[in-house]
Protein backbone atom coordinates (compact mmCIF):
# COMPACT_ATOMS: atom_id res chain seq x y z
CA UNK A 1 0.00 0.00 0.00
CA UNK A 2 1.81 3.39 -1.03
CA UNK A 3 1.97 5.97 1.81
CA UNK A 4 0.61 9.67 1.64
CA UNK A 5 3.03 12.33 2.29
CA UNK A 6 2.83 13.31 5.46
CA UNK A 7 -0.20 16.27 6.23
CA UNK A 8 1.69 19.75 6.85
CA UNK A 9 0.93 20.01 10.46
CA UNK A 10 2.82 18.21 12.36
CA UNK A 11 1.07 16.19 15.23
CA UNK A 12 4.50 14.90 17.13
CA UNK A 13 5.60 17.72 18.20
CA UNK A 14 8.56 17.72 21.16
CA UNK A 15 7.12 16.96 24.13
CA UNK A 16 7.56 13.56 25.49
CA UNK A 17 4.56 11.84 26.80
CA UNK A 18 6.68 9.20 28.53
CA UNK A 19 4.78 8.46 32.12
CA UNK A 20 7.28 5.86 32.53
CA UNK A 21 4.65 2.69 33.25
CA UNK A 22 5.29 -0.14 32.12
CA UNK A 23 4.73 -4.40 32.80
CA UNK A 24 5.47 -3.91 36.96
CA UNK A 25 2.72 -1.45 36.49
CA UNK A 26 0.53 -4.36 35.40
CA UNK A 27 -2.54 -6.61 37.49
CA UNK A 28 -1.06 -9.85 34.92
CA UNK A 29 2.09 -10.87 33.25
CA UNK A 30 2.26 -8.99 30.15
CA UNK A 31 5.47 -11.10 28.64
CA UNK A 32 4.61 -13.66 30.30
CA UNK A 33 7.39 -17.04 29.86
CA UNK A 34 3.90 -19.06 29.35
CA UNK A 35 3.01 -17.70 25.70
CA UNK A 36 4.90 -19.72 23.41
CA UNK A 37 8.20 -18.12 22.08
CA UNK A 38 7.82 -17.71 18.72
CA UNK A 39 4.76 -15.45 19.75
CA UNK A 40 6.47 -13.49 22.48
CA UNK A 41 7.81 -11.03 20.15
CA UNK A 42 4.30 -10.43 18.85
CA UNK A 43 3.28 -9.90 21.93
CA UNK A 44 5.73 -7.32 22.86
CA UNK A 45 4.50 -5.63 19.37
CA UNK A 46 1.20 -4.67 20.57
CA UNK A 47 2.21 -4.17 24.20
CA UNK A 48 4.64 -1.32 22.94
CA UNK A 49 1.84 0.21 20.23
CA UNK A 50 -0.39 0.25 23.43
CA UNK A 51 1.66 1.42 25.68
CA UNK A 52 2.99 4.63 23.76
CA UNK A 53 -1.24 5.30 22.93
CA UNK A 54 -1.87 5.24 27.01
CA UNK A 55 0.91 7.58 27.47
CA UNK A 56 -0.61 9.69 25.02
CA UNK A 57 -3.92 9.71 26.54
CA UNK A 58 -2.34 10.42 29.91
CA UNK A 59 -0.11 12.78 29.64
CA UNK A 60 -0.17 15.61 31.44
CA UNK A 61 1.55 18.12 28.90
CA UNK A 62 -0.78 17.59 25.89
CA UNK A 63 -3.63 19.37 25.42
CA UNK A 64 -6.93 17.30 24.48
CA UNK A 65 -7.21 18.60 21.13
CA UNK A 66 -2.94 17.75 20.81
CA UNK A 67 -3.33 14.05 22.68
CA UNK A 68 -6.49 13.48 19.87
CA UNK A 69 -4.19 14.54 16.99
CA UNK A 70 -1.11 12.43 18.03
CA UNK A 71 -3.80 9.42 18.08
CA UNK A 72 -5.30 10.27 15.08
CA UNK A 73 -1.45 10.27 13.39
CA UNK A 74 -1.26 6.97 14.96
CA UNK A 75 -3.80 4.98 13.23
CA UNK A 76 -2.67 7.16 10.23
CA UNK A 77 0.58 5.26 10.19
CA UNK A 78 -1.16 2.03 11.44
CA UNK A 79 -3.46 2.21 8.35
CA UNK A 80 -0.28 3.04 6.12
CA UNK A 81 -1.23 6.81 5.31
CA UNK A 82 1.19 8.63 6.76
CA UNK A 83 4.85 8.41 7.38
CA UNK A 84 6.25 7.74 10.25
CA UNK A 85 8.94 9.91 11.86
CA UNK A 86 11.99 7.61 12.45
CA UNK A 87 13.35 9.63 15.39
CA UNK A 88 9.70 8.43 17.37
CA UNK A 89 9.57 5.58 19.13
CA UNK A 90 5.71 5.57 19.58
CA UNK A 91 5.12 5.85 15.61
CA UNK A 92 7.44 3.48 15.02
CA UNK A 93 5.23 1.22 17.28
CA UNK A 94 2.42 1.43 14.79
CA UNK A 95 4.53 0.76 12.36
CA UNK A 96 5.89 -2.44 13.97
CA UNK A 97 2.53 -3.31 14.37
CA UNK A 98 0.95 -2.53 10.87
CA UNK A 99 3.58 -5.22 9.81
CA UNK A 100 2.74 -7.88 12.65
CA UNK A 101 -1.19 -7.03 11.52
CA UNK A 102 0.06 -7.89 7.63
CA UNK A 103 1.92 -11.29 8.66
CA UNK A 104 -0.03 -12.66 11.44
CA UNK A 105 -4.15 -11.61 9.38
CA UNK A 106 -5.61 -10.26 12.84
CA UNK A 107 -8.37 -8.13 12.66
CA UNK A 108 -6.76 -4.26 13.17
CA UNK A 109 -10.16 -3.52 15.58
CA UNK A 110 -7.84 -4.84 18.30
CA UNK A 111 -5.74 -2.19 17.77
CA UNK A 112 -8.60 0.67 16.53
CA UNK A 113 -10.75 -0.32 19.29
CA UNK A 114 -8.20 0.61 21.56
CA UNK A 115 -7.43 3.88 19.93
CA UNK A 116 -11.19 5.00 20.55
CA UNK A 117 -10.61 4.59 24.26
CA UNK A 118 -7.71 6.28 24.10
CA UNK A 119 -9.11 9.61 22.60
CA UNK A 120 -12.28 8.56 24.85
CA UNK A 121 -9.32 9.28 27.75
CA UNK A 122 -8.54 12.67 26.28
CA UNK A 123 -11.67 14.55 26.98
CA UNK A 124 -14.05 12.21 29.27
CA UNK A 125 -13.00 12.50 32.36
CA UNK A 126 -16.60 11.30 34.41
CA UNK A 127 -18.69 8.51 33.56
CA UNK A 128 -22.58 8.74 33.98
CA UNK A 129 -23.42 5.22 34.84
CA UNK A 130 -22.17 1.79 34.79
CA UNK A 131 -23.13 0.90 31.22
CA UNK A 132 -20.64 3.91 30.37
CA UNK A 133 -17.96 2.90 32.23
CA UNK A 134 -18.81 -0.94 30.77
CA UNK A 135 -19.15 0.39 26.99
CA UNK A 136 -15.17 1.93 27.96
CA UNK A 137 -13.55 -0.84 28.89
CA UNK A 138 -15.37 -3.12 25.72
CA UNK A 139 -12.78 -0.58 23.76
CA UNK A 140 -10.11 -0.09 26.53
CA UNK A 141 -9.76 -3.70 27.90
CA UNK A 142 -11.19 -6.53 25.80
CA UNK A 143 -9.45 -6.06 22.32
CA UNK A 144 -5.93 -7.41 24.43
CA UNK A 145 -7.66 -10.49 25.56
CA UNK A 146 -9.07 -10.92 22.11
CA UNK A 147 -5.61 -10.03 20.43
CA UNK A 148 -4.04 -12.85 23.14
CA UNK A 149 -6.88 -15.86 21.60
CA UNK A 150 -6.75 -14.66 17.89
CA UNK A 151 -2.93 -14.51 17.97
CA UNK A 152 -3.21 -18.07 19.54
CA UNK A 153 -5.76 -18.75 16.58
CA UNK A 154 -8.34 -19.53 19.59
CA UNK A 155 -11.85 -19.77 18.62
CA UNK A 156 -14.90 -17.61 18.92
CA UNK A 157 -16.40 -19.30 21.65
CA UNK A 158 -13.68 -17.97 24.32
CA UNK A 159 -14.23 -14.44 23.41
CA UNK A 160 -17.22 -13.43 25.89
CA UNK A 161 -15.40 -15.08 28.98
CA UNK A 162 -11.97 -12.67 27.63
CA UNK A 163 -14.67 -10.00 27.39
CA UNK A 164 -15.13 -10.57 31.06
CA UNK A 165 -12.03 -10.81 32.75
CA UNK A 166 -10.30 -7.83 30.45
CA UNK A 167 -14.03 -6.15 31.73
CA UNK A 168 -12.74 -7.17 35.27
CA UNK A 169 -8.94 -6.28 35.51
CA UNK A 170 -9.79 -2.78 33.93
CA UNK A 171 -12.74 -1.97 36.20
CA UNK A 172 -10.33 -3.12 39.11
CA UNK A 173 -7.10 -0.67 38.23
CA UNK A 174 -9.85 1.77 37.86
CA UNK A 175 -10.87 1.16 41.91
CA UNK A 176 -7.08 0.30 42.29
CA UNK A 177 -6.37 4.18 41.09
CA UNK A 178 -9.46 5.90 42.06
CA UNK A 179 -7.60 8.77 43.83
CA UNK A 180 -4.58 8.96 41.83
CA UNK A 181 -6.45 9.69 38.76
CA UNK A 182 -8.70 12.11 40.26
CA UNK A 183 -5.79 13.96 41.26
CA UNK A 184 -2.99 13.99 38.64
CA UNK A 185 -5.97 13.78 35.73
CA UNK A 186 -8.70 15.08 37.15
CA UNK A 187 -10.77 11.79 35.63
CA UNK A 188 -12.80 9.68 37.66
CA UNK A 189 -14.31 6.45 36.27
CA UNK A 190 -16.55 5.57 39.61
CA UNK A 191 -20.18 5.90 38.11
CA UNK A 192 -21.81 9.24 38.84
CA UNK A 193 -25.23 7.81 39.66
CA UNK A 194 -23.78 5.28 41.50
CA UNK A 195 -21.61 7.84 43.73
CA UNK A 196 -25.08 9.73 43.86
CA UNK A 197 -27.37 6.79 45.36
CA UNK A 198 -24.90 6.07 48.06
CA UNK A 199 -24.52 9.68 49.00
CA UNK A 200 -20.43 9.92 47.93
CA UNK A 201 -19.05 13.17 46.37
CA UNK A 202 -15.52 13.71 44.56
CA UNK A 203 -14.29 14.90 47.55
CA UNK A 204 -14.51 11.75 49.34
CA UNK A 205 -11.60 10.57 46.91
CA UNK A 206 -9.45 13.44 48.47
CA UNK A 207 -9.52 12.48 52.13
CA UNK A 208 -7.29 10.51 53.71
CA UNK A 209 -9.26 7.20 53.52
CA UNK A 210 -12.65 5.91 52.32
CA UNK A 211 -16.07 7.52 53.65
CA UNK A 212 -18.68 4.71 54.43
CA UNK A 213 -20.46 6.35 51.15
CA UNK A 214 -17.66 5.83 49.41
CA UNK A 215 -17.11 2.02 50.30
CA UNK A 216 -20.90 1.25 49.56
CA UNK A 217 -19.82 2.62 45.95
CA UNK A 218 -17.04 -0.29 46.14
CA UNK A 219 -18.96 -2.51 47.07
CA UNK A 220 -21.39 -2.35 44.28
CA UNK A 221 -18.71 -2.74 41.71
CA UNK A 222 -17.16 -5.23 43.28
CA UNK A 223 -20.46 -7.16 43.35
CA UNK A 224 -20.65 -6.29 39.37
CA UNK A 225 -16.57 -7.49 38.92
CA UNK A 226 -17.24 -10.57 41.28
CA UNK A 227 -20.37 -11.40 38.31
CA UNK A 228 -17.68 -10.87 35.86
CA UNK A 229 -14.97 -13.15 37.49
CA UNK A 230 -17.78 -16.11 37.34
CA UNK A 231 -17.99 -16.01 33.74
CA UNK A 232 -14.33 -15.34 33.51
CA UNK A 233 -13.72 -18.65 35.42
CA UNK A 234 -15.04 -20.85 32.27
CA UNK A 235 -12.78 -19.60 29.87
CA UNK A 236 -9.23 -21.41 30.81
CA UNK A 237 -11.76 -24.33 30.07
CA UNK A 238 -12.66 -23.41 26.27
CA UNK A 239 -8.76 -22.24 25.23
CA UNK A 240 -7.20 -25.08 23.19
CA UNK A 241 -3.86 -23.99 23.52
CA UNK A 242 -2.03 -25.58 26.49
CA UNK A 243 -0.08 -22.48 27.26
CA UNK A 244 -2.36 -20.16 26.51
CA UNK A 245 -4.76 -21.99 28.82
CA UNK A 246 -2.29 -22.02 31.92
CA UNK A 247 -1.67 -18.15 31.29
CA UNK A 248 -5.73 -17.48 31.39
CA UNK A 249 -6.23 -19.60 34.10
CA UNK A 250 -3.44 -17.51 35.91
CA UNK A 251 -5.09 -14.47 34.91
CA UNK A 252 -8.35 -15.47 36.36
CA UNK A 253 -6.37 -16.62 39.27
CA UNK A 254 -5.55 -12.54 39.48
CA UNK A 255 -8.50 -11.10 39.20
CA UNK A 256 -10.75 -13.12 41.91
CA UNK A 257 -7.54 -12.28 44.26
CA UNK A 258 -7.38 -8.43 43.54
CA UNK A 259 -10.88 -8.46 44.18
CA UNK A 260 -10.60 -10.16 47.53
CA UNK A 261 -7.65 -7.39 48.56
CA UNK A 262 -10.09 -4.80 47.74
CA UNK A 263 -12.76 -6.28 49.26
CA UNK A 264 -10.72 -5.67 52.70
CA UNK A 265 -8.91 -2.71 52.03
CA UNK A 266 -8.69 0.94 50.99
CA UNK A 267 -7.80 2.08 47.52
CA UNK A 268 -8.46 5.84 48.90
CA UNK A 269 -5.57 5.27 51.98
CA UNK A 270 -3.01 3.37 49.82
CA UNK A 271 -2.75 1.44 46.33
CA UNK A 272 -4.21 -2.21 47.43
CA UNK A 273 -1.80 -4.46 44.95
CA UNK A 274 -1.35 -8.03 44.75
CA UNK A 275 1.27 -9.60 46.63
CA UNK A 276 4.17 -12.18 46.01
CA UNK A 277 1.63 -14.74 47.32
CA UNK A 278 -0.62 -13.71 44.98
CA UNK A 279 1.47 -14.27 42.18
CA UNK A 280 2.18 -17.69 43.52
CA UNK A 281 -1.32 -19.08 43.72
CA UNK A 282 -2.05 -18.26 40.30
CA UNK A 283 1.91 -20.04 39.23
CA UNK A 284 -0.27 -22.89 41.03
CA UNK A 285 -3.62 -22.10 39.16
CA UNK A 286 -1.56 -22.12 35.78
CA UNK A 287 -0.56 -25.59 36.67
CA UNK A 288 -3.29 -27.04 37.49
CA UNK A 289 -4.55 -26.13 33.95
CA UNK A 290 -1.75 -27.50 32.60
Not at 101 to 124: G, W, Y
Not at 137 to 159: D, I, M, W, Y
Amino acid sequence: MPVAAPAAADPWGEADVSTGKGEKDENFPVGSLLFPRHLRADVSVYYDFARACDDISDSEFLTPEQKIARLDAMQEVLFGTREAPPSRADAQSAVRLREQFRVSHLPLSVATDLLIAFRQDATKLRYQTRDELADYCKNSANPVGRFLLLLHRENAQTLPASDALCTSLQVLNHLQDCAKDLESLDRCYLPQDMMEACGATLEDLRKARSSPALQKVFDQLLDWIDDLNAIALTLPGMVRNRRMRMYCAAVVCLACLLTERLRKGDPVATRVALTRGDFARAALAAFKAW
